[in-house]
């Protein structure tokens, strides 16, 4: 089946240092949405990519759409300790009615 | 209004034994869908519905069995518990059904399989 792969596993931060978690996939994408996992909780949904090349901002995060709708990052600036948790990427390939394919998640991790 | 609701929150069984994991939601979502989550192995989808009566597999069916007769529930059924679905399940909901909705995740429930 589709894949989407996600780096990194884990990452490490400073609080004031900025994120990025990247995910890929060899084929093209028709969506790709993101979600964040506190410690202990639910994936809770952040944003939806659906056009080429997109770029989306909410307040300190920015979530990319590659041009050729193959790869997607989300990149934190300033983190801070309620950034905690896992991010995960899931993607859609054209005609999934099957549903999102996750991505492993990227563990945030922040020392203060 | 409540989401999507999922019970138990925590379950332990023997193995060879059955259960239902029951999952409800309240906003009238056609698309309903069940994941586990295991360590490094992000969310895998057992079973999905993109409405009442209607159920299909996704990756990782074996071992599970899934209804949808009304909109409103998507029980998930462990016929003969193994070791290996030891797991947290989560089930979500979606306006649009298919990945091209925002998914509404319950709180989990955590089964472990003696």
């Known amino acids: 089946g589709q894949q989407v792969m996600q780096i990194p596993q884990y990452q490490h931060v400073q609080e004031g240092e900025d994120f990025t978690t990247y995910c890929n996939s060899s084929?093209?994408?028709?969506?790709i949405q993101w979600y964040k996992q506190r410690p202990g909780g639910h994936p809770v949904f952040l944003i939806q990519?659906?056009?080429s090349g997109e770029v989306k901002k909410q307040k300190r995060l920015t979530f990319q759409f590659g041009e050729a709708k193959k790869n997607s990052s989300l990149h934190i600036t300033a983190t801070q300790t309620t950034d905690v948790g896992t991010y995960f990427c899931a993607g859609l390939w054209g005609g999934g009615a099957d549903g999102l394919t996750f991505g492993k998640g990227t563990h945030l991790i922040i020392q203060p | 209004n409540a989401g999507v609701t999922q019970t138990p929150k925590f379950q332990v069984l023997k193995t060879g034994q059955s259960m239902t994991l029951q999952c409800a939601q309240d906003m009238n979502h056609e698309y309903m869908s069940w994941y586990r989550q295991d360590p490094g192995m992000g969310l895998r989808l057992i079973h999905y519905s993109v409405g009442a009566g209607i159920t299909d597999q996704g990756e990782v069916p074996n071992g599970y069995n899934v209804s949808r007769s009304t909109t409103e529930d998507f029980p998930l059924r462990l016929l003969s518990a193994a070791p290996s679905q030891t797991s947290v399940y989560f089930c979500a909901s979606s306006f649009r059904g298919g990945g091209t909705g925002e998914l509404f995740f319950g709180e989990g429930s955590r089964l472990t399989v003696l």
């Open positions: 990519l659906v056009k």
């Open positions: 084929t093209t994408l028709s969506n």
